[in-house]
């Protein structure tokens, strides 16, 4: 490739890369290859997508059984008893997932709406900054996070963007 074509190469990279790698809103790697390979992941998904909190936490109860080392996994348990409004719960399965991977997308955006529903906007704003780092070239989970914080200054209540 001649020189002078290097910069626009990469910068065309750049912008195109990340559109290959979107994840859903609870998962950092393809829920879709999680799926796929995992049938109680897959049931987990399908729970969450129905709004049957109480199956996706027997679901994904079952793949941390069989792998405790699963981020994505722990979101998803965090994410449910979020929604059954169990906060202690959820606030310890989001650990687990950050324990694991500390940059994970859906965990900070997750955890940081669990500090917004419990009245704590500084360790919201918190998760936000560091979704601000780690997605630099901007993702769903931090501009869903800014919503919610911008929403809870403006009203001090949390509006649930998800």
Same mark, same amino acid.
């Given at each position: 490739?001649?020189?002078?074509?290097?910069?626009?190469?990469?910068?065309?990279?750049?912008?195109?890369?990340?559109?290959?790698?979107?994840?859903?809103?609870?998962?950092?790697?393809?829920?879709?290859?999680?799926?796929?390979? =995992?049938?109680?992941? !897959? #049931?987990?998904? *399908?729970? %969450?997508? &129905?709004? @049957?909190? =109480?199956?996706?936490? !027997? #679901?994904?109860? *079952?793949? %941390?059984? &069989?792998? @405790?080392? =699963?981020?994505?996994?722990?979101?998803?348990?965090?994410?449910?008893?979020?929604?059954?409004?169990?906060?202690?719960?959820?606030?310890?399965?989001?650990?687990?997932?950050?324990?694991?991977?500390?940059?994970?997308?859906?965990?900070?955006?997750?955890?940081?709406?669990?500090?917004?529903?419990?009245?704590?906007?500084?360790?919201?704003?918190?998760?936000?900054?560091?979704?601000?780092?780690?997605?630099?070239?901007?993702?769903?989970?931090?501009?869903?996070?800014?919503?919610?914080?911008?929403?809870?200054?403006?009203?001090?209540?949390?509006?649930?963007?998800?």
């Amino acid at each position: 490739m001649p020189m002078h074509l290097i910069p626009s190469a990469l910068a065309a990279f750049l912008i195109i890369a990340p559109l290959g790698t979107a994840h859903a809103d609870g998962g950092e790697s393809s829920d879709n290859a999680q799926a796929s390979t =995992n049938p109680d992941y !897959a #049931a987990g998904l *399908k729970a %969450v997508e &129905a709004k @049957d909190f =109480n199956r996706a936490l !027997a #679901a994904f109860g *079952k793949v %941390v059984a &069989a792998n @405790d080392q =699963n981020p994505d996994a722990w979101n998803y348990l965090g994410f449910s008893t979020r929604k059954l409004g169990r906060f202690e719960e959820a606030e310890r399965h989001y650990a687990k997932a950050l324990a694991i991977n500390p940059e994970h997308r859906g965990a900070n955006e997750y955890l940081g709406e669990l500090y917004l529903q419990t009245g704590r906007l500084k360790k919201a704003e918190e998760r936000l900054a560091l979704l601000d780092r780690v997605c630099w070239l901007g993702c769903d989970a931090y501009t869903d996070l800014k919503h919610a914080v911008d929403q809870f200054k403006k009203t001090g209540k949390y509006t649930a963007t998800d």
